[in-house]
Nanobody
């Protein structure tokens, strides 16, 4: 089991950048799939990006809405996953959640129900 703790959210102007971090304590970090989801007020939680664990070759995947603007990465030595966000838009405003899961299969990795552990969320506000 992995307990994620996010940090790095805040207020940024349109077109700006922000980097979110998620420290995930616990065992088997290298084999854990790590994802970022977000939830805007009045909307459902949605998939943003995921980086697979060791069995998945640590490959990243992205939602179409953030592809080319966001980059997910992980540092296995520091048990941390990052989300580098660039060219931010007002529509990126949301609370961002880090999620950790074991045994997450490729076909289900965009589904929030596939993940076992969640952080408390960090808010991101993009102002125009």
């Amino acid at each position: 089991q992995v307990q994620p703790v996010e940090s790095g959210g805040g207020l940024v102007q349109t077109g700006g950048s922000l980097r979110l971090s998620c420290a995930a304590s616990g065992r088997n970090f290298r084999s854990t799939t790590l994802g970022w989801f977000r939830q805007a007020p009045g909307k459902e939680r949605e998939f943003v990006a995921v980086v697979r664990g060791s069995l998945g070759g640590y490959r990243p995947y992205y939602a179409d809405s953030v592809k080319g603007r966001f980059t997910i990465s992980r540092d296995n030595d520091k048990n941390t996953v990052f989300l580098q966000m660039s060219s931010l838009e007002a529509s990126d405003t949301a609370t961002y959640y880090c999620a950790a899961g074991t045994g997450v299969i490729l076909s289900n990795m965009r589904n929030s129900g596939a993940y076992d552990d969640w952080g408390q969320g960090t808010p991101v506000t993009v102002s125009s």
